[in-house]
């Protein structure tokens, strides 16, 4: 059945075609247009048509034009009508895909329309306006968005660990599982990968690691993905798509190995970001600068390097989806690259999650939901036999069928708002508008990749207005979480520089004591010399024991110096005369060095 065929049906339909005109008193309510929207797209869904083609069917939809100006549901703001928590479904088996689970088509993942903050709240207006809307966690108006959602938030409580954190390695995971040909559109610039980069940030000890070790369990990935890999250099991100193949030589008989590329997908995952970002400090480090060519979906490999350790991948060969546990305090070092725009293609969530806390604390354990094989419709192919059957594979899913062009690049459907949108911003920055950002076009770009994983988790190949708001509420929420880690590094910072400051000033205490207490000796040894002068030309050949009984108090302790001092100056000289004390036949007797003393 055609696209104009199934309208044609609908229309004729006694039921559904007053709805689909608008005519229907509840089609006319805010809430009413959203539910409406949501189950005539799984209507379409369930004929076989393709995502492209619903999504232009729903553009011209009267019982949305009749109420707007023809924007999608994601425009039209109805009130907050959420779907049925997942909870009243029972979990899939262990191992099960959520795909497979059984959940009618109307259950798997169309949200409603939630109200939400338009655009993203950027990380610099969280701090300049300490801004009080959503915070460092994605809001309950999210999770309760889509089923999926709901199933990722359980498996998260079950297992104790932060339910963003999480949903942010679920998505960096199917970035990295998805076949390299998908990608996103040459809206700005050319075709780019789904590769997500993460930065699940919190305390030690606070389960970031756990986080990411769940998401592995969740989704599992294709033995065409290197899964699980440490990060060593930039060099070793791309040598690991490598592997030694024997091929044959020039001559008959003679082989040899060589290094060739196997592999299209990876997935890294580092466990303490500390480690990279020492290693990124290196002179000849190119960490760093691979990362973010591997986010923009460019050429990997140098140019410098040997005949033997030569490795080169080309655009549009490579998928990656890396997770980098860190510290906040360590960050510092990754926001240095803010000019060059690095921390900007990064998604920041929190291994922190207070709603979790309060939930488990009231006794609400969920059980462990099940595995999610949301990239199997993917890989689900059999042949047409449209067109070339080597080169063409039919993409089966749940709510959509598409085509793959194996080889080639198989573009994700963008809707036109969204293109619209993106290229608005675009067309500003080309025209020198100080009003725009240019860093945000990295942040578009990871909200249109959040948006991708999306529709993929609701096994997708478009990308929907709805899929676009919901990867704004988590851009927002990355924006809150870098916020806060630029607060904690600065407040880390002025600790360290008053820690500093302290020690400055006690060293500054201790110099200035010290010298106060050199200068104070000082004058009293030169007191002490002067009194011994005194005394000794008003009693010739007074001796040192008599004097030393006889000096006072302050001075007792330079005598000797003062002794010294007064030698020194000439004012008086020590002889030694026989004397009567005990034990010694000689003393110590002190005169003035006069004419007459001479």
């Not at 232009?56 to 939809?61: C, L």
């Not at 088996?93 to 795909?99: E, I, L, M, T, V």
């Not at 940030?201 to 294709?222: D, F, H, Q, Y």
């Not at 806060?484 to 004591?513: F, H, L, P």
Request: charged share 25%.
């Amino acid at each position: 059945m055609s696209l104009q065929e199934l309208i044609d049906a609908i229309n004729a339909d006694e039921v559904n075609g007053p709805h689909w005109r608008g005519e229907s008193a509840w089609v006319k309510t805010k809430a009413g247009r959203a539910k409406a929207y949501a189950q005539f797209r799984d209507l379409m869904a369930s004929t076989g048509l393709l995502g492209p083609d619903i999504t232009r069917a729903m553009k011209t939809a009267p019982f949305l034009q009749a109420h707007s100006n023809g924007s999608t549901p994601a425009n039209l703001k109805p009130a907050p009508v959420t779907a049925s928590p997942v909870a009243t479904t029972p979990p899939p088996p262990d191992g099960a895909g959520f795909a497979e689970a059984g959940a009618p088509k109307a259950d798997r993942g169309r949200s409603e329309v939630i109200d939400w903050p338009e655009g993203i709240v950027n990380a610099d207006d969280i701090e300049r306006l300490e801004w009080s809307g959503p915070g460092t966690n994605l809001p309950e108006e999210f999770w309760s968005a889509r089923p999926i959602f709901q199933h990722i938030r359980r498996a998260a409580w079950n297992r104790l660990v932060s339910g963003d954190a999480l949903l942010g390695t679920v998505l960096t995971r199917v970035s990295a599982g998805v076949p390299h040909q998908v990608r996103i559109p040459p809206i700005v610039g050319s075709r780019v990968p789904l590769s997500l980069i993460l930065n699940i940030t919190g305390r030690s000890g606070a389960g970031k690691s756990s986080a990411n070790a769940v998401g592995i369990e969740l989704v599992p990935l294709g033995p065409d993905v290197i899964d699980e890999m440490p990060i060593g250099s930039g060099e070793g991100l791309i040598e690991m798509l490598f592997e030694w193949e024997t091929q044959e030589g020039d001559k008959p008989g003679k082989v040899t190995k060589v290094k060739v590329q196997k592999y299209r997908n990876a997935y890294v995952y580092v466990d303490e970001g500390a480690a990279a970002l020492a290693l990124s400090e290196r002179k000849d480090s190119v960490i760093l600068p691979t990362i973010r060519t591997i986010y923009s979906g460019g050429v990997l490999g140098q140019t410098n390097a040997s005949q033997d350790t030569k490795r080169r991948v080309p655009a549009g060969e490579h998928t990656f989806g890396i997770v980098i546990a860190i510290q906040e305090t360590v960050a510092a070092a990754l926001l240095e690259h803010e000019g060059d725009g690095t921390p900007q293609r990064f998604l920041w969530l929190s291994a922190d999650d207070p709603a979790g806390k309060q939930a488990l604390s009231e006794g609400k354990d969920p059980e462990w939901p099940g595995g999610l094989a949301v990239l199997d419709f993917l890989r689900q192919r059999e042949a047409t036999g449209d067109v070339d059957d080597e080169t063409v594979a039919k993409v089966k899913g749940g709510h959509a069928i598409g085509y793959m062009m194996l080889g080639k690049p198989y573009d994700l459907d963008v809707a036109p708002a969204i293109r619209k949108e993106i290229r608005d911003l675009r067309i500003r920055s080309l025209g020198g508008d100080a009003n725009v950002d240019p860093l945000r076009a990295h942040e578009n770009l990871t909200r249109l990749k959040v948006a991708g994983c999306f529709a993929i988790l609701d096994q997708r190949v478009d990308i929907s207005e709805d899929d676009w708001r919901l990867a704004g509420m988590v851009m927002t929420t990355s924006n809150a979480v870098l916020a806060r880690t630029r607060k904690v590094i600065a407040d880390d910072e002025a600790r360290k520089d008053a820690k500093t400051s302290k020690r400055a000033a006690r060293r500054q205490v201790v110099v200035a004591t010290a010298l106060d207490e050199r200068a104070d000796r000082l004058k009293r040894v030169e007191a002490c010399a002067r009194w011994l002068r005194n005394r000794t030309e008003s009693a010739p050949g007074v001796t040192v024991t008599d004097l030393k009984r006889t000096v006072a108090k302050r001075l007792r302790d330079v005598f000797d110096d003062g002794l010294a001092r007064a030698v020194k100056l000439g004012w008086i000289e020590e002889r030694s005369e026989s004397g009567s004390g005990l034990g010694s036949n000689q003393k110590r007797a002190l005169y003035p060095l006069t004419k007459d003393a001479a």
